[in-house]
C-alpha cells in the first residue's frame, strides 16, 4: 500500500516504529475522531510515537496516541491520550486478532494522513527487533550511506 500518492497527504509519521520493528503487512483504516481532533489533526498537533493497538470485543482500538487539544476548542475538547476506535472490516480484524494472538506479533500505527478529505491509519502487523538486529540494520544504512558518497565523489 502507498500512502504517498498526489491525493494523500501525511500528517503524522512514527518513524521510531521501523527502527524497533519488523513489518511484515500493512493495513489501511479509518478512526473515529470528535470535530476538534479532526481539526488538531489537520493542523498536524499528533504524535504516534508511544501508539499501539488493540482488538477489544472484535473492535480495534488504538491507544498512546496524543492528540492535543486545539486551541480554540475549549470545553469541546477531549482527552489527549483517550483510546480511539479504528474502522477495518470484521474479517481483516479477526484475522489480526488470531495472528496477534497466536504468533506473538503487534499491531503499530506507523503514520496518519489524509485521503480525500478523510483522516486514515497506516497500520503495521509488526514483530519486534533484537538489539543485533538493530545493529545490523544500522550497518547496512552505513555501508549504503558510505557507496553512494563514494558513487557521487566519482562522479565528480
Partial sequence: MKTSSSNNKTVA?????????????????????????????????????????????????????????????NIFNRNPLRERKLLMHKREIMRLMGQVKQEGLTLIPLSLYLKEGKIKVHLGLCKGKKIYDKREDMARRDAKRDMSRAMKDRRQ
Fill in 13 to 73: 509519521e512514527n518513524r521510531k516504529a521501523r527502527h524497533d520493528y519488523f513489518v511484515l503487512e500493512d493495513f489501511e483504516a479509518g478512526i473515529v475522531l470528535c470535530g476538534t481532533e479532526v481539526k488538531s489533526i489537520r493542523k498536524g498537533s499528533v504524535s504516534l510515537q508511544d501508539a499501539w493497538c488493540d482488538i477489544d470485543e472484535g473492535e480495534l482500538f488504538i491507544k498512546g496516541m496524543y492528540v492535543s487539544p486545539y486551541e480554540k476548542g
